[in-house]
């Protein structure tokens, strides 16, 4: 029986995250085994070991069979640069299905470069939109599922964004969220960082990379002071996104409940969060992980493409407003957040669900 051939494409660490659901349900099951040929391909767009390399050790992901390795590039550099690997490479070898994850530079680049080559575009996490044209991963969700054949959600929300711009239903399916699958299958195996050396100590953890939070050099550094001050004794970790650590400068002098670390290998990042008093970020992926885990999170935006996490889970937005993150973060030492549930399907399972969707 001839196999059907997937490429795999991985460009950033929440790429490798989703990707790794889809090789545990491989690894875990012959009949998968004997119907899929998987090729993983890793743009390099996150080329930094932090932020990949060791994302592959402790995920048990293969090597890449490619590596364009082509990050730290402008935007537009970045997307012609992958289109320009990946077309080489289609011209000596084409899969069946092309499968991008995501909202990233290298889902945009590859999902054009293969649908210009005449091979299916599967986008898992399909449909998702905050609704902000400004963001750069808005314009590539919005591209690539203008291209798309097959469409993979993790919410009602997403299905029914695709089915209002007319992609017929049949083509889309609501299968749950595989970074929450990565998510179920390792929380036996985190891991305490080294930057926690009290013990039982409470803290807040905050992530800040995005451009609207942390580009304005005067406005991060505010924000950091008056996160400091509503924290009060608490300590608040930070675990430095690249484009953060650069823009924030060696010569800030950091209030003395911050503390900031380097970028965190996964199973570190995710002990961080499971025991934390609660989550401060500007991320979509990590609300999902936060609310699956049932702590408390604050997006530091005024709007979010995964409103499952504010509707359902543990999420509250209050973009710029001070004065509402300072009340939240007392609810929160009060022990007094709202009630959440786990969004349908974030059960473990949607890799097996898009393996089966695949094989149909």
């Known amino acids: 029986m001839t196999k059907i051939k997937l490429d795999i494409i991985a460009g950033t660490r929440p790429n490798f995250v989703k990707i790794a659901a889809l090789y545990s349900a491989l690894k875990n099951s012959i009949d998968l085994q004997k119907i899929f040929e998987l090729r993983l391909i890793h743009t390099g767009q996150h080329y930094d070991f932090r932020m990949s390399g060791v994302f592959f050790d402790q995920l048990g992901l293969p090597k890449p069979d490619f590596n364009f390795g082509l990050g730290g590039k402008s935007q537009a550099e970045q997307v012609g640069s992958i289109m320009l690997a990946y077309e080489q490479l289609l011209a000596s070898y084409k899969p069946d299905f092309c499968l991008v994850f995501g909202d990233v530079n290298s889902t945009l680049a590859c999902a054009i470069t293969a649908k210009k080559m005449h091979i299916q575009v599967a986008h898992i996490e399909a449909g998702i939109r905050s609704g902000d044209r400004e963001m750069p991963e808005e314009i590539n969700r919005l591209l690539v599922d203008s ?8 919410s009602e929300s997403a299905s029914h964004n695709l089915h209002s711009s007319g992609v017929k239903p049949s083509n889309v399916h609501f299968v749950g969220n595989t970074m929450i699958d990565t998510l179920l299958n390792n929380l036996d195996h985190l891991r305490q960082p080294d930057v926690i050396k009290e013990p039982n100590l409470k803290y807040f953890i905050a992530t800040l990379h995005r451009p609207s939070n942390v580009d304005n050099v005067s406005y991060l550094r505010e924000l950091l002071e008056k996160l400091s001050d509503a924290i009060s004794a608490c300590k608040l970790i930070i675990p430095l996104h690249p484009r953060t650590k650069n823009n924030l400068g060696s010569k800030y002098e950091i209030p003395n409940n911050i503390v900031l ?4 290998p996964y199973l570190e990042f995710l002990w961080l969060i499971k025991n934390s008093v609660g989550v401060i970020t500007d991320s979509g992926g990590i609300t999902e992980e936060a609310t699956v885990l049932s702590v ?3 997006t530091l935006r005024a709007n979010t493409e995964r409103p499952e996490t504010v509707d359902l889970g543990t999420n509250i937005l209050v973009g710029r407003n001070f004065n509402l993150l300072k009340k939240c973060i007392l609810d929160i030492q009060n022990k007094n957040w ?9 059960d473990g399972k949607a890799a097996e669900r898009i393996f089966e969707v695949l094989r149909k």
């Open 338 to 346: 709202k009630k959440s549930v786990i969004p349908p399907l974030w």
């Open 147 to 154: 291209i798309s054949d097959i469409f993979f959600t993790t």
């Open 261 to 264: 670390t380097d970028s965190l």
């Open 296 to 298: 408390p999170c604050i």
